[in-house]
Nanobody, 119 residues
Framework: QVQVVESGGGLVQPGGSLRLSCAASGSIFRINTMGWYRQGPEKERELVAVTTSGGSTNYADSVKGRFTISRENAKNMVYLQMNTLKPEDTAVYYC?????????????WGQGTQVTVSS
């Protein structure tokens, strides 16, 4: 069993910043990728940023240069620093963890944290 818990969402004005945190816990043998996805109103869930255990990163074009993903492997934590936020960044942000409990990798999701960018 793996628990994935996000925190750090909230209401912010356009141009502002927020930092999201995510912790994965449980009987985890190893985690490969960890990442952030988002789902805006009446939109499908989309990739925001992902990072591998080796430190490789990948970002959606819409957030490049504004968002930064980072990770603490020893703590099974991943972070998303969001700067210069825009109203179109408003969404529920979900954390994902590709975890191996000893019998293969499986993708686990958090419950999501709301980010609202509005004046």
């Amino acid at each position: 069993q793996v628990q994935v818990v996000e925190s750090g969402g909230g209401l912010v004005q356009p141009g502002g910043s927020l930092r999201l945190s995510c912790a994965a816990s449980g009987s985890i043998f190893r985690i490969n990728t960890m990442g952030w996805y988002r789902q805006g109103p009446e939109k499908e869930r989309e990739l925001v940023a992902v990072t591998t255990s080796g430190g490789s990163t990948n970002y959606a074009d819409s957030v490049k240069g504004r968002f930064t993903i980072s990770r603490e492997n020893a703590k099974n934590m991943v972070y998303l620093q969001m700067n210069t936020l825009k109203p179109e960044d408003t969404a529920v942000y979900y954390c994902s963890a590709e975890a191996n409990l000893g019998f293969g990798y499986r993708l686990y999701w958090g419950q999501g944290t709301q980010v609202t960018v509005s004046s």
